[in-house]
């Protein structure tokens, strides 16, 4: 799609042909297709049919507002989920300032969340097209240009957000010499502005610079990335869990690492979120749960009674079996075992192929946790236990 055709596609016009096209019951189809061409010319018919099918895939994302919203392929990818974005830019709003520079923007979702929270935003976006789309989202004018020529002056009253793109001619790139802006640019932002820099949240701890607060944020369990602030009087690492924005961190003294105990029928396992893993906070976990670990650098935990956290799945033991396959097969076969969950961490065991040739069969259910522990790899029997 052209900047013609954008700025067509976020006019009224075309918000009749969004309309039609989103009524078809199936907007892909040949008919579908032939009524559109005889109402528009090529590339508007194409835009229409491509905007109507992004804002279907949007919806697992953005609900219902997908319908109000332009969207790009690589926008709709990369973009926040609301969630996570209005979690963010609250926090932007508690440091103080009045106004966010988004550099490098995207489709908005980040920019339209800071609006809603009340703070100003100018928004810069180096492809045309996106920014096109930006703002008819935004309901402002985004700057068309490269975020490093065009970053305003320091203000104490204006925090900076940057969500590096991540993308190369072949693909998505994990790697920080493809980010844009560079890394350079990002380290100086960090260094000199009141910042918040978006990464994905594999990006490796090494990469974090000094004095900054790093925080992993989970989304209902799904770890989804990891965020940069500048100008935190305690940097450190941190875990947040959405929706309840809940919160552990290491802005105090390290625990010591966490014992390491031997399970038991009785016991109860843990299960860490991803994001307390990735921040390094197992052992903080530990201590608040007065738990020990299965093995060293294992993120399982292993408490003698339950403590509620919102930081991690709790499970019952019920049993401690070897991990051999017969061992497993027999159990299987004398509890008639039908429906198998089979969870597991450090161990070299694909979960489908064991299933499979451990042969479930029967009326019953059951979760078995695979991990090393002092005595060699064990098959934990677990029960899910309910709430936080």
Sequence with gaps: MDATTARWLVGPEAADELARVASEADPSSLGAAERLRRRLPPERAAAVTAQVALRRRARTKFGEGADRLFFTPDGLEQATRPRVAAWRAERLQSTGVAKVVDLGCGIGADALACLDAGLRVEAIEADEVTAILAGANLGIEVTIGDAVTLLPPPDPATAVFCDPARRT?????????????????????????????KL??????????????????????????????????????????????????????????????????????YEPDPAVIRAGLVDSLAEHLDAGRLRPQLAYLLGAARRPTPFATAFEVLEVLDAGEKTLRAWVRREGIGTLEIKKRGVDIDPAVLRRRLKPKGSRSATVVLTPTLDGVRALVVRRLGGS
């Design 169 to 197: 001619a072949s693909g998505r790139s994990w790697r920080v010499e493809d980010l844009s802006p560079p890394w350079s640019f990002v380290e100086a932002l960090l260094a000199e502005r009141t910042a918040c820099v």
């Design 200 to 269: 994905g949240p594999g990006a490796p701890h090494a990469l974090i610079p000094d004095g900054v607060l790093a925080t992993w944020v989970s989304d209902h369990g799904d770890l989804v990335e990891l965020s940069l602030w500048s100008r935190e009087s305690e940097p450190g690492r941190s875990a947040v869990l959405l929706p309840g924005g809940v919160l552990l961190d290491t802005r105090r003294a390290a625990p010591p690492p966490a014992a390491i105990v031997r399970p038991e029928a009785g016991a109860v396992l």
